[in-house]
Nanobody, 114 residues
């Protein structure tokens, strides 16, 4: 069983930065991919960034050049560095890991004020 716990969300002014963390407990040795998703009020959950076990990354067009996904395998932790934040980045951010199963964290709120 894998548990994911996000942290690092909060309130920030437009143009600011935040770093989200997703700590995984349990066995994720054979994961396929890890990713960050977000869901704004009244909108569907969307992909923000994903990183494969090989280290390949993919970003939503809306965050390219501003967000960076990374992981620390020794700490079983994934990160999302978010720079140049915009009000439209306001959402609940979720981490996800895909192994033979699919696991989600509980989410962390990010609010960007204008």
């Amino acid at each position: 069983q894998v548990q994911l716990v996000e942290s690092g969300g909060g309130l920030v002014q437009a143009g600011g930065s935040l770093r989200l963390s997703c700590a995984a407990s349990g066995s994720i040795f054979n994961f396929n991919a890890m990713g960050w998703y977000r869901q704004a009020p009244g909108k569907q959950r969307e992909l923000v960034a994903i990183i494969t076990s090989a280290g390949s990354t993919t970003y939503a067009d809306s965050v390219k050049g501003r967000f960076s996904i990374s992981r620390d395998d020794a700490k079983n932790t994934m990160y999302l560095q978010m720079n140049s934040l915009k009000p439209e980045d306001t959402a609940v951010y979720y981490c996800r890991i895909i192994t033979v199963n699919d696991y989600w964290g509980q989410g962390t709120q990010v609010t960007v004020s204008s």
